[in-house]
């Protein structure tokens, strides 16, 4: 038997390329532009900024003088989803998925951890269950949600409240 180019390595040498490697992958995630997914490092509204904002910024300093920065006092535009939301049915919804884990951070935490297995579990059960979903909802089905963001799913079989006269309604 012929040896192959990995047996050739030393036995002892292994652990330590094994660390080094290890090392390496560590110390490069702590560096910019990883993202640390258990630190919420988001950037608050009050360092939003634009290039021209800075460059206006940037000449007015250079001149000397105050730059003329308007700021309009109106209030920031909201959006209010429609009454009703049209669509098939869902067959492998997740709560984690629509409410999260509520503490309005964007970093991992322990919910995280927990909706990993959560997840695949309910997935495996949904899909070992789907011919009895698709005979109680079949699909096709038109539904209809509340479009709130935060509660358990609240499909019921309907129309859109706001019919818009096209396939969108998922009307038939």
């Known amino acids: ?47 939003w900024t634009t290039p021209s904002r800075q460059g206006v910024e940037a000449m007015a300093a250079a001149s000397g ?11 920031p535009a909201g959006l209010s989803p429609p009454a009703g939301v049209p669509h098939y049915p869902l067959w492998w919804e997740d709560p984690f998925e629509d409410k999260g884990d509520g503490d309005d951070q964007f970093a991992w935490t322990y919910a995280d951890y927990l909706a990993m297995p959560y997840g695949l ?7 070992c269950g789907w011919p009895v979903s698709a005979v109680v909802t079949p699909p096709g089905t038109a539904m209809i949600s509340d479009s ?12 859109s409240s706001d019919p818009a006269g096209d396939a969108s309604d998922f009307g038939r």
């Open 1 to 47: 038997m012929s040896p192959t180019p990995y047996s050739k390595c030393r036995p002892a040498s292994r652990p330590a390329l094994i660390a080094a490697a290890v090392a390496l992958a560590v110390s490069a995630c702590q560096e910019p532009p990883a993202v640390n997914p258990w630190r919420d490092d988001s950037i608050p509204a009050s360092a």
């Open 65 to 75: 003088s105050t730059p003329a920065l308007r700021t309009r006092q109106v209030e």
């Open 121 to 127: 579990g309910r997935f495996i059960v949904n899909t």
């Open 148 to 159: 709130v963001v935060g509660r358990d799913h609240d499909a019921a079989p309907g129309r």
